[in-house]
Antibody, heavy 119, light 106 residues
């Protein structure tokens, strides 16, 4: 059974870089069937898709975040990572990694990681 | 971006009631509309994809219908464990976008 586990710092200073990893077990990030996605949810608000990466190369980012986001997949560690540059308080959210069956069909989710941006 | 407007934003019902939530897209999204359930402090859980297909393992009291711009999600017989926030989400056009959610209480 697929399991996803996010990890990373819970507190990031404004203007710095947020970095999270998502450990994948029960499946492989090298699968040519799925994408791997990051989605976030600010406290009390709805969900926002950040981006999805296909291991073989295709990657799609939300245009609202594209200039600051990098999603990568590491086959040696079987994990997916998220890097978000120049964070502000508006980036405070629970960040989820998810399996993306096809550019937006998220069928399996990690438990989420709360990241607070504050000095 | 495609806007998805969900209503109502919250509702209160009794155990055994029929509950209906609607979702309207700002443009034609064919059948590419999903429904998720999110319980407090938990990740969303996919219930229905492609407007009406029940995800494996999801109870049959949950159902979905619609196409184009207008969609409906129904819980035929509300159970205590159904207390949650429900989100619709379109994926016909990038970026995928979510509705604002409907909080269901008993």
């Amino acid at each position: 059974q697929l399991q996803l586990q996010e990890s990373g710092p819970g507190l990031v200073r404004p203007s710095e870089t947020l970095y999270l990893t998502c450990a994948v077990s029960g499946g492989s990030v090298t699968s040519t069937t799925f994408y791997w996605a990051w989605i976030r949810q600010p406290p009390g608000k709805t969900l926002e898709w950040i981006g999805s990466k296909y291991f073989s190369g295709s990657i799609y980012y939300n245009p609202s975040l594209k200039s600051r986001v990098t999603i990568e997949a590491d086959s040696s560690k079987n994990q997916v990572s998220l890097k978000l540059d120049y964070v502000t308080a508006a980036d405070t959210a629970v960040y989820y990694c998810a399996r993306d069956l096809f550019k937006g069909l998220f069928d399996s989710w990690g438990q989420g990681a709360l990241v607070t941006v504050s000095s | 971006d495609v806007q998805v407007t969900q209503s109502p934003s919250s509702l209160s019902a009794s155990v055994g009631d029929r509950v209906t939530i609607t979702c309207q897209a700002s443009q034609d999204i064919s059948k590419y509309l999903n429904w998720y359930q999110q319980k407090p402090g938990k990740a969303p859980n996919l219930l229905i994809f492609d407007a009406s297909t029940l995800e494996t393992g999801v109870p049959s009291r949950f159902s979905g219908s619609g196409s184009g711009t207008d969609f409906t999600f129904t819980i035929t017989t509300l159970q205590p464990e159904d207390v949650a926030t429900y989100y619709c989400q379109q994926y016909d056009h990038l970026p995928p976008t979510f509705g604002e959610g409907t909080k269901v209480e008993i």
